[in-house]
């Protein structure tokens, strides 16, 4: 398995999906800031279609460009073509559907380890069976499918509420596992980047770390809305200047679960420096 990718995987803010039979988007989306390009070989690809976007997937890819590729699911006719190509370039897969830590396991094991794995967890069994596919074999970091869990559920995509229940079982389940915190699903209001940013505050405050986008539009915002703020960087390291041997800091308790959450706001971003 690639460390670099499994690296990229783990401190990605944004991951932007591009269809896979549109490749005159390809390097539209690898210029738009985003963490990580998943090129989609599923939802946003007709049947008649898939074929021909797995080839254009691994053209981009064997020009030494590097992307997610999402796989269609097991049991559909595309799914181990899809790997065999994954496998070929070694890239990340992110898998939709993810509900059994089987079939996560089968796609470490058809592709030799090679291929870092987003499970897509985007139904009610997945939800309920969240830890089993955050320890599953090769699993890097979840990511949540909110769209179809809603239309699962009978309930509205951007609806916070409805949502809450699934979105903090993944949360502690990767935590609880030792995953990376699993990165958020899209908001569908391509346009409305208010929306766009509340969602992501949304999911920030549950414990998510990152944000699935569809438009190149979202990516800056998104990226800003998981990045710590001016104010939180100050706190952080007013904390970590301090030392240990403080027990209060302007009338807040200072003790050892504070000063790992200040280590971990400037360890997210990037700026980490040694206080003592």
Known sequence: MSRPDTE????????????????????????????????DLEDAVAPADKEAARTQAGAWLARGNRAVVRVNPPGTPWHEADLATAAEHGCPVMAPKAERPESLAEITARTSARCPLIPLVETALGIERSPELCAAPGTVRTAFGNVDLAAQLGVAPDDHTALAYARSRLVLASIATGAHPPIDGVTTAVRDLDAL?????HARRLGFTG?????????????????????????AQRVLEAGESV???D????DRPVLERARSVLAHAGELRTTR
């Open 8 to 39: 990229r995987i783990a401190a990605a803010r944004t991951l932007l999906f591009v269809p896979g039979d549109r490749p005159d988007r390809f390097a539209k989306a690898a210029s738009s800031g985003a963490d990580l390009v998943v090129i």
């Open 247 to 249: 027990t209060t800091l």
């Open 211 to 235: 944000k699935l986008c569809i438009h190149p539009d979202q990516v800056a915002p998104a990226a800003m809305a998981f990045a710590p703020t001016p104010d939180e960087l100050r706190w």
């Open 197 to 201: 940013r509340e969602d992501a505050a």
């Open 251 to 254: 009338g807040q308790m200072i």
